[in-house]
């Protein structure tokens, strides 16, 4: 007992510069439990146990261990509160259902255009919708604006009517899978839907001098002047577009396709790399240009000049591009370091990125959510312990290296971020999204990284400064040089076959015990860090044992409009292969995607499958279970006098039931209303069904219609 207690102290005092770093997880802790909770939960008793212990920790100067233990049971409730009150501050009223045609006004916030000249996605702020109160009307609509409905562009701050058809933001397309619904919440985009007809321009000037109109117009004007300097080049153009402006909308998905495959996609996301590189480019070019003067530099600050105006550039970069949560992170630490360098000392970058973490946790509590977010914080920290481990060594191999040897260190320190980054956000890949590019990657990224520091970057940046004079055009070209070399790299990997890894979907806990044992293995420096390699392997077996439990093998939309059965590990067979294609695709991608798509015989059965279908009914048995699924609700009659051979789980996506229709299970229109998509687990000893609405709960993002579950 003893010795545990030495070891315990000791392990203590070496860790005691490192607890600081654990307050954005213990915030992060929660913030996940507010948003698992499986209904909205009260306010009052958080707030007061969060009163309590801070009461406690206050009068308790004189126990450091107690008020250690104190504290973290303090910052767990503290996230908790900060992601209720956020929530409660951006609630506001989501449509319910489809309305439409009506007629909608408001003020364009954003409109960003869509690839290949199809026209605009706008998002209207205050709007007024015919036949909707204004109490239930949402703060913002987002629309899809059609090229040739407008005779001229759609511009931030325009006042517009037009004749839309307006859906309520889509719940989870299944119980488990991505809820668009509570992501649209927290933009305060109530509806979604598209134009029919003409757009009126009403007002074509921007009321008042709103910052984020004026953000937006300035933002459409680079993309205008982008858009120029690459007549005819419009996939350069997009690219560029998403760099300088953060407008990612213009790109189609072909080209999506070919940056995700090759393991670039983080190119394009606006994080450490693009906004260090803004930086450091700023800092040295106003460094070098005001050492050009012999007065200026023996009589003024120049190095902490520089640091302060590269800050304030990051800043406005950071506007431009829209601001994601991966460019926040980035921005903050980077104005440590150069706030740190106007005051003479020295940043701290493993406490830069906890201090970042803790910010944007606790200004906006769903960043934690966002896959983006996790992915970015999970890259750093990982390079930060990397490096933190190998500096010594690494530093005294650079002081003692040749022209020669530095290139090649060069090469070789690309070569570790990039493997270090991709095995640090490869389980965020594999959970959010369900595949991961393989080591065709780290190629494409040996090729990218350097050309888009030394080359697309600078010039890109350069190019912004000299927009408001009218000499962006060769900059600009240069840069979109770069980027169809970077393009190209990507092309040609796609077209070499398929790079991509491919996985079912996992559980929550396993990917928790990944992230957990991530972030022991890298915030501690003692020998107890390596505990973390236990945790991530305990997550990797979770996973492992939890994939075959969490395939369904019938899936049914909350619209009813699709029905799917997962026949064997290979096939899956749909009603159809046209009908809401978007959810086919997610239903398959979260079964581990490659999957062969087999459309349902109109009268005649799939070979080897035993699924069989006529003009009222599809037939399927498993494990000695039918299953039947109505097509015509003139079967009803002979399924439910008894006639007919029992069915274990009935399903009618577009009628209702009769309740004495027998059947073990029952799933019927008025089911999926009530409950959103529906998703059937067929086992030997039984059958058990999920559905969005439990798993949604009573939310205050979650439809009304699921109150009833």
């Given amino acids: 007992m003893a010795q545990l207690k030495d070891f315990l102290a000791e392990t203590l005092d070496i860790e005691r510069e490192r607890l600081p770093l654990w307050i954005p997880v213990l915030i992060g802790t929660g913030i996940g439990c507010y948003y698992l909770w499986p209904y909205e939960p009260p306010l009052w008793p958080v707030v007061t146990c969060l009163v309590f212990l801070g009461a406690v920790i206050a009068a308790l100067p004189r126990f450091p261990l107690l008020r250690l233990c104190l504290l973290v049971l303090f910052l767990v409730p503290a996230g908790f509160v900060a992601a209720k ?63 040739q409905a407008v005779e001229e562009e759609i511009l931030p701050g325009m006042r517009i009517s037009v004749l839309a058809v307006l859906n309520p933001p889509s719940p989870p397309v299944m119980p488990g899978a991505f809820d668009f619904r509570r992501h649209m919440f927290f933009q305060q985009i109530g ?65 999506w396709e070919s940056i995700r495959t090759a393991g670039l996609a983080h ?36 190095k902490k000049i520089a640091a302060g105006a590269a800050l304030a550039g990051t800043i406005c970069y950071l506007l431009l591009v829209g601001a994601p949560v991966s460019a926040q992170r980035a921005t903050m630490m980077t104005g440590v370091v150069l706030i740190a360098v106007m005051l003479d000392r020295e940043g701290i970058t493993m406490r830069l990125a906890a201090l970042a973490a803790t910010v944007i946790l606790l200004l906006t509590p769903h960043a934690l959510l966002n896959a983006g977010f996790q992915m970015s914080f999970a890259a750093v920290i990982c390079l930060i312990a990397f490096y933190e481990s190998i500096s010594e060594s690494w530093r005294r191999w650079y002081r003692q290296a040749t022209a020669i040897h530095k290139s090649a260190l060069y090469l070789l320190g690309t070569m570790l971020t990039t493997i270090v980054a991709s095995l640090a956000t490869a389980p965020f890949s594999l959970y959010h999204f369900y595949r991961v590019a393989d080591e065709m990657s780290l ?43 970077i393009y190209d790299v990507a092309h040609d990997i796609t077209h070499r076959g398929e790079h991509m890894i491919y996985v079912p979907a996992w559980n929550l806990q396993g990917f928790l015990l990944m992230i957990f044992g991530g972030l022991w293995l890298c915030l501690w420096r003692s020998k107890i860090r390596f505990f973390g390699a236990v945790l991530i392997v305990a997550g990797c077996f979770s996973a ?58 109109d009268d005649g059965i799939i070979e080897k499958t035993g699924f069989s279908c006529d003009w009222s009914v599809c037939r399927w048995k498993k494990y000695g279970k039918n299953v039947m699924i109505v097509r015509n609700p003139a079967v009803f009659a002979k399924l439910c006098d008894g006639s007919a051979e029992k069915a274990d789980i009935l399903i009618a996506p577009r009628d209702h039931i009769p309740r004495h229709c027998p059947a073990v299970v029952k799933a019927g229109r008025f089911d999926l209303q009530n409950g959103g998509a529906h998703v059937f687990f067929i086992k030997a000893d039984g059958i058990a069904v999920k559905n969005v609405a439990e798993q949604a709960g009573g939310r205050l993002w979650s439809p009304q219609r699921f109150s009833g579950q």
């Fill in 85 to 147: 009150f956020h929530a409660e501050r951006l609630a506001a009223p989501m449509l319910e259902d489809r309305i439409g045609p009506v007629a909608v006004k408001g003020h364009v916030l954003s409109a960003q255009p869509l690839p290949e000249n199809k026209g605009w996605r706008a998002i209207l702020t205050n709007p007024e919708i015919e036949r909707v109160s204004p109490e239930k009307t949402p703060h913002r609509v987002r629309l899809q604006i059609y090229a």
């Fill in 191 to 255: 509806g979604t839907g598209y134009i029919l007809g003409p757009v009126k321009i009403l007002e074509a000037q921007a009321q008042g001098r709103q910052w984020v109109v004026l953000q937006e117009n300035l933002r459409s004007r680079v993309r205008r002047n982008i858009h120029d300097s690459f007549e005819g080049r419009p996939v350069t153009a997009s690219l560029v577009s998403a760099l300088l402006a953060g407008a990612r909308d213009a790109i189609t998905e072909e080209t």
């Fill in 267 to 302: 190119l394009l996301a606006i994080s450490g790399l693009h906004i260090g590189l803004v930086a450091g480019f700023l800092f040295f070019f106003i460094r070098a240009a005001l050492a050009l003067s012999e007065k200026l530099t023996l009589h003024y600050p120049i």
């Fill in 443 to 485: 190629l494409a990224n040996l090729l990218a990284v350097p050309l888009t520091a030394f080359i697309v970057m600078p010039s890109g940046l350069l190019a912004l400064l000299l927009m408001p004079f009218g000499l962006h055009y060769l900059p600009l070209q240069v840069m979109g040089l770069g980027v169809e070399m």
């Fill in 544 to 601: 492992w044992r939890a994939v075959p439990h969490m395939q369904p093998d019938i899936y049914v939309s909350d619209r009813g409009g699709l029905v799917a059965v997962r026949i064997d590990s290979e096939n899956f067979a749909f009603s159809s292969l046209r009908r809401e294609s978007f959810v086919a695709g997610q239903w398959v991608r979260r079964a581990g995607d490659g999957k062969k798509r087999l459309a349902w015989p």
